[in-house]
């Protein structure tokens, strides 16, 4: 039997619901997480309230192998995601030694004060282990099962280098695209369909896509197989290769991986 | 009293969760609720999963004045939103005779034929009206206080606009931001949170930014206040301004909206 590993994750910040922030960190984080063998089966963005963090928190863990937050770590009054992972897994928080022992020759090497805001980046929960941020010392922080990391995307993914040897992984999920030149969705839809249902043990996905290409436009369908089977995601290239020529279509498959 | 109306956004879709796909839409949603009065309130990502669509859309429709879903309305086998959308509200589904009549002569105009798999774009909930398609024909469309659009951003992005008319919106939420060139976010956490404190009609935003200036790196901070009190939102923009003075930075205030 093949084991399967989820995670959810909750991305925290009024900045991506006001439409401010464009988040690019779901998907760095569920590319990082695919290779391990862990797949994101969901994922939420919450605003700044306590309340709302630590309930979203609590049903996500409960639910999934894995939680990776971003978000809400930094200097400011608005910062409050240490204090709601915390409460959410009943444990005190505060200003830590071992977190300030890396921020205080950091901003000593730079001349710049190490001020409340700064020394409220210290404050991590109770039992959490840090998270190393080669970018900007502040650490994350892991408790139980959740990751908590840095909203900023180049800090969150320096953050990821020190997470990936933590996690423990299940069957990874393979993935064959075959691209369809000048087929539309609309054209494949039936036998798609068709081959998905003779085929459960793999999910069928078809992305169409127009660009333009020079002076003309290009158009097409992205097909994708994805399965814990590796046989059988080769086995349904060739399959999707041979629906997009029954369509007079150009298949074009990715390199094995 | 200022009427308060909030939203959620339901991005329906494996290949988002996949790290496949940037969502975009979520960000789209949010800049075109706001001047109309809509809040969006929550966001969340779920796979293409019948029961999970059903259930997060009960509780996202029960919770907010309106719900906005993107993905899953294609002509695919694993386009299953309106059939999880009629069942949510415990409507039937079929194919519609008003929809058939958008895509028959789209399709005839095109020379494409009308097989199963378009067909399957007329298929609309019992007692839903259409949301216009201006891109690619296939409508969305309304059921309660629901609004169903397509995943790919230029179609979602023409269906808002036989959306704006359909909403009643309520107080509007101002936002100035001021610019702290030359300040880090921890230079100003302490005075941040102090006026925070003391103004809790209003919402104080720190967002750090580094980038590259020719050769040089730029670095600041922008602060931004949100409230639906348009006074107290300028006041701060002022206050904010004498902060980032104080350390010694430059102060720049967008233009008032």
Do not use: C, W
Request: aromatic share 4%; glycine share 10%.
């Amino acid at each position: 039997m093949t084991q399967i590993v989820t995670a959810a994750v909750l991305l925290i910040g009024d900045e991506i619901l006001s439409g401010r922030t464009q988040d690019t960190n779901l998907r760095t984080i569920a590319q990082f997480l695919a290779p391990l063998g862990v797949e994101v089966r969901e994922a939420r963005v919450v605003p700044d309230v306590h309340e709302t963090i630590v309930a979203t928190l609590n049903e996500m863990r409960a639910r999934h192998n894995y939680v990776f937050t971003t978000g809400g770590i930094g200097p400011t009054h608005d910062d409050i995601t240490a204090d709601a992972v915390a409460a959410a897994f009943g444990r005190g928080v505060d200003v830590r030694e071992d977190a300030l022992a890396i921020l205080r020759p950091y901003y000593a090497a730079r001349g710049q004060e190490i001020n409340d805001g700064r020394i409220r980046m210290a404050r991590i929960p109770d039992g959490a282990s840090l998270i190393v941020n080669p970018v900007s010392a502040a650490p994350g922080f892991q408790l139980g099962n959740v990751f908590v990391m840095a909203g900023v995307p180049s800090v969150m993914r320096g953050m990821l280098l020190d997470v990936a040897h933590r996690i423990e992984g299940g069957a990874v999920v393979h993935v064959r695209t075959v691209r369809a030149n000048g087929v539309r969705e609309g054209d494949i839809a039936d036998p798609l369909g068709e081959l998905a249902k003779a085929e459960p043990g793999a999910s069928l996905g078809s992305y169409p896509f127009v660009r333009l290409a020079g002076k003309d436009i290009a158009y097409g369908t992205n097909l994708v197989a994805r399965s814990r089977d590796k046989e059988l995601v080769d086995r349904l290239a060739v399959a999707l290769a041979d629906i997009i020529r029954a369509q007079g279509g150009t298949p074009e498959t990715d390199p094995v991986d």
